[in-house]
């Protein structure tokens, strides 16, 4: 089997980066661990060793009281830390947190070079010819500070990412089965990518189609593959049973405090401070209409951008990077890992420079505005929602330019006279 000399490298530079981070500064992993921006209540690697603690000392992590309210991880996570010998501990998470994001990595690469986000089975951009090199989509990925970050952090958003890019890079290369296994796994570790399934379904629908059987329903694909999901959900589930004493306590540490919302630790998202401010009364309302929100996304983008789902799997992505309960820079990370894909697109974007110079304002500010609020007590907790509303805003312009840019490259296509020309709105 040939090897990708330009592939090994960049593999090899990525890792040799990381563990040069983790050597000559031992203390910045830990320190970048008790950061807002990276680690939230349901990502942070002190809560999971809080929870391994408990696990290793015969003590159930979820029985209630504190150690309930401490550890929202998933259970098989702390069976898989338990083989890690505590005086190899440092050197092997650092092992394991690299290999992921390499994983992630190879994924993206695939992804590319399937060629699927410029021409699919319904959509063939006009200016397909416009596109990055496998490879630099990789690195993109690899060498992006969020991504290097959140990996020296060695928040559990790695392992969900990991699922999420591998889930993709299955479907479109043909593999429905590890596809939908992989996004079981994914939602098993943290709710949310469970609203990833319709449009994960379509795209394997639409694969299995150009490449196998191009007389399959949408409805018995659909079934098909939403068995299947639920089935290896529901295995990873009675797993988690059988290993935290055949009890079901976990899934309310574990999902319900995405659902409830009991932890309001500040982050880089919308609902912490919200709630905060909210009246007992009114919480349970707008727990509703804040998951409603999310949720309405899903239906209609796959309705109007049914021609790519690849696409709407971004976008969603990018929504959840913005109104999930609990975001961090992981999220972020994800969603640019993507952009370059659709590199064909970019010169239909409109307001890309005010978006980066907003999201490079917020990266910067907010940790100097976090500053001011908790250690040098001449802020309060608007300094850093503030900022926080910045970062999300820079988010969502991004997310809003890469919809206006392929809607119109659709137009383009179903109108060439008006190629090149302004569209103003009237």
């Known amino acids: 089997m040939a090897i990708d000399r330009r592939k090994a490298l960049l593999f090899g530079s990525a890792a040799a980066l990381r563990f040069l981070l983790f050597s000559a500064f031992p203390l910045l992993p830990d320190i970048l661990t008790g950061r807002a921006e990276i680690s939230t209540p349901v990502t942070s690697f002190k809560r999971l060793q809080e929870g391994l603690f408990l696990y290793t000392h015969n003590v159930s992590p979820y029985d209630g009281g504190v150690s309930a309210d ?43 070079e399937s060629g699927v986000t410029r021409s699919s089975r319904l959509f063939t951009s006009p200016r397909k010819e416009i596109k990055w090199d496998s490879i630099a989509v990789g690195a993109a990925y690899l060498f992006n500070p969020f991504t290097i970050a959140t990996c020296l952090a060695r928040s559990t958003s790695v392992f969900s990412n990991c699922a999420i890019l591998y889930a993709i890079a299955s479907a479109v290369n043909h593999r429905p089965a590890k596809s939908m296994l992989a996004l079981a796994l994914a939602a098993y ?62 899934l309310q540490s574990t999902y319900g405090v995405h659902l409830l919302l009991p932890d309001l630790t500040p982050n880089v998202g919308l609902w912490w401070y919200f709630f905060i401010e909210m009246f007992d009364s009114f919480r349970q309302f707008f727990l509703g209409v804040f998951w409603l929100h999310l949720l309405g996304y899903v239906g209609g983008l796959c309705i109007r951008l049914r021609k790519q789902p690849l696409f709407v799997l971004t976008t969603l992505i990018g929504l959840f990077a913005v109104f999930q309960p609990y975001p961090s820079i992981a999220d972020a990370s994800l969603y640019f890992a993507f952009l370059p894909l659709y590199s064909h697109i970019f010169p239909l974007m409109r307001y890309t420079f005010f978006a980066m110079a907003t999201i490079l304002y917020a990266t910067l500010l907010g940790p100097a505005f976090y500053y001011l609020w908790i250690y040098a007590g001449s802020g309060n907790a608007n300094f850093f929602y503030a900022i926080t509303l910045v970062w999300s805003l820079g988010l969502s312009i991004v997310v809003g330019e890469c919809v206006f840019a392929v809607l119109r490259d659709e137009w383009e296509l179903e109108r060439p006279e008006m190629k090149g020309k302004d569209v103003r709105r009237i």
């Open 189 to 250: 570790f943290s709710l949310y990518p469970a609203l990833l399934l319709p449009p994960l379904i379509l795209l394997c629908h639409d694969e299995s189609i150009t490449f196998k059987k191009p007389n399959a329903s949408i409805t018995s694909s659909a079934i098909k593959l939403s068995s299947f999901f639920i089935g290896a959900l529901s295995w990873f589930m009675i797993m988690s049973y059988l290993l935290t004493g055949r009890s079901w306590e976990f």
């Open 70 to 112: 401490l550890n929202f991880k998933a259970p098989l996570l702390l069976p898989l830390f338990t083989l890690i010998p505590s005086r190899l501990f440092f050197l092997a998470t650092a092992l394991l947190y690299t290999f992921a994001d390499l994983l992630c990595a190879q994924s993206v690469i695939q992804i590319a």
